[in-house]
């Protein structure tokens, strides 16, 4: 009998193939399920900036203003003057402190004693020139007009009403005139047309809100994105009620209407208002919600229309464990293209953020940068931290730390869910100044493991971005395969210096340490992940 040889199983035959890895420039996503989540998504995705293109490293940031006696909890712009540009002041254990040249420190307040430091503010110009107006809640008002600091001089009375400036909290400009709310209470209060002070007159919300509760925040929506006959006045609720006013005299029934009366969510605190575009949006404990979709849609719907949909669960597990914390804030950074969310993980000593490319609306998440509140100038971004005021979007480090950046793409099957592959090779795409070989593997059916970078010293100021894409061995066996890729730089210590004050005294922050500052313009590296490229053996049918 002729024997003949066995034929082969196809099942259990491995043949190497490549396949591809798309960059998560959709952004982090954690809503979706994770068996079936679209390529192009995250499922990490922490100090990466999702890109149109690439998914670029984030900058890093450094000590602007040393040596605050306690947190840094309000920053304040003064925009008064276009020809010598912003103003920087900073609120710390009750003073407020010039922090616009970069090098002081807290050591010489320019207004005193407050009783807290959580200050709201906003510009208003008038004749009289151009005011910074502040309050607290506890204090009577007061502002700053490019030269002086000073109180406002306020009276309010309605019947047996009777306003106490100090009780004054919140404030926005509406059709020229400055609305104020009154803490603890359903009550607004508002001036003369193109007055900062004086007698003020009262709105009072009480009839129309039925939730209970007190205004939270308040704040002007200005549908064109610009300051026009269309502008609507919002008040929100500490329960999330919230009326939408439109007119130019509440005094005058013909000049002034109530537009509606809705329910948008809970706000995370009085910082919780973002003027977008032509849209004006609210941080609520439910998400980050758009005023034009909540007068659209019915509550129920909120979770789907709201601006944080693709971080809902992520988002709303932040809001569940530190809703009552202080830090909660928003601000847009147009030069990054970047909306920025802060979450106080703990008071006063730890935060991450949310952060959203407003051109794509892909979401990636900050750590390291421990904010308790951010503004911006005309030119640069700012957070106030634990011991000063740091400028964000700089440098490679935080302020000499360096910190990790993670990824984690999407899980893929490669049409072929059910079979195992075995991936040996892996080949990351960078378009980055500097060569570094990035912490890299191939995760398997969902392993919740990232690599451990290795530091990266950037020695010099190079900005030419070469592609760079070298193979590595990987171990990875499964039915659903990501990637996973780390990377971490350190600035080469030959390129900073001790911060001195100007009179041959070493700068120290709160620790006796020598606070050390780049020479020049800080080092920057770019990093942008374009791809991954992999080589898999599939073997057989699970």
């Known amino acids: 009998m002729i024997r003949q040889a066995l034929r082969r199983n196809a099942n259990r035959v491995q043949a190497a193939q490549t396949a591809s890895f798309p960059a998560p420039t959709l952004g982090w996503n954690a809503i979706d399920p994770v068996a079936s989540m679209k390529p192009g998504y995250a499922v990490k995705l922490d100090n990466w900036i999702p890109r149109a293109g690439y998914v670029e490293l984030r900058r890093g940031s450094r000590l602007w203003t040393s040596d605050a006696p306690e947190p840094v909890e309000s920053l304040m712009v003064y925009r008064g003057d276009p020809a010598g540009g912003d103003e920087l002041y900073a609120v710390s254990d009750g003073d407020v402190y010039d922090c616009t040249a970069m090098g002081g420190s807290f050591t010489a307040p320019v207004y ?115 300051s026009g006959q269309d502008d609507l006045l919002i008040i929100v609720t500490t329960e999330g009620e919230t ?87 928003a601000l847009t950074y147009d030069i990054g293209q970047l909306a920025i969310y802060n979450v106080p993980v703990v008071e006063l000593e730890e935060s991450i953020q949310f952060v959203q490319n407003v051109q794509t609306g892909a979401w990636c998440r900050f750590t390291g940068l421990n904010a308790f509140c951010w503004d911006r100038t005309d030119t640069k971004i700012f957070y106030g931290g634990a011991d000063g005021v740091y400028q964000w979007d700089t440098g490679v480090t935080d302020d000499g730390t360096a910190f990790t950046a993670s990824m984690v793409t999407a899980w893929q099957t490669f049409g072929d869910p059910g079979r195992v592959k075995h991936a040996t090779m892996l080949q990351p795409v960078l378009n980055a100044t500097h060569n570094m070989t990035p912490a ?96 898999l053996n599939r073997g057989g049918v699970l």
């Open 112 to 226: 005193e004693n407050l009783t807290n430091s959580r200050v709201q503010y906003i510009n208003f110009a008038n004749d009289g020139g151009s005011f910074l107006l502040c309050c607290n809640g506890a204090d009577t008002p007061f502002y700053y007009d490019g030269t002086t600091w000073d109180t406002l001089t306020i009276t309010g009375s309605s019947g047996p009403i009777t306003l106490d400036p100090a009780d004054l909290i919140d404030m926005c400009v509406h059709k020229r005139r400055v609305f104020w709310v009154e803490k603890d209470s359903m009550r607004v209060w508002y001036s003369a047309t193109d007055a900062i002070e004086g007698a003020f007159s009262l709105l009072d919300l009480g009839p129309v809100f039925q939730e209970g509760g007190s205004i939270s925040e308040i704040g002007t929506w200005s549908t064109d994105g610009g």
């Open 243 to 329: 009326a939408i006013y439109q007119g130019t005299d509440p005094d005058d029934p013909l000049y002034w209407s109530l537009v509606g009366d809705f329910h948008i969510g809970q706000p995370l605190g009085r910082r919780s208002l973002l003027q977008f575009g032509a849209d004006i949006l609210a941080l609520t404990q439910g998400g980050v919600l758009a005023m034009s979709q909540a007068l659209k849609f019915d509550r129920s719907q909120f979770n789907n229309v709201a601006i944080t949909a693709k971080i809902q669960q992520a988002f709303q597990d932040a809001t569940a464990n530190y809703k009552g914390n202080f830090g909660w804030c």
């Open 440 to 535: 890299i593997e191939v995760l398997a059916d969902f392993e919740d493991r990232t690599p451990t970078a290795v530091p990266v010293t950037i020695p010099d100021r190079s900005t030419t971005l070469s592609i760079r894409k070298d193979w590595t061995s990987v171990v990875g066996v499964g039915a659903w395969l990501a990637v996973a890729m780390s990377v971490e730089l350190e600035q080469d210590s030959a390129l900073v210096s001790t911060l001195n004050d100007g009179a041959g005294n070493d700068v120290q922050d709160g620790a006796g340490n020598d606070i050390a500052i780049d020479t020049g313009e800080p080092v920057s590296a770019i990093v942008q992940a374009i791809g991954f490229n992999a080589v």
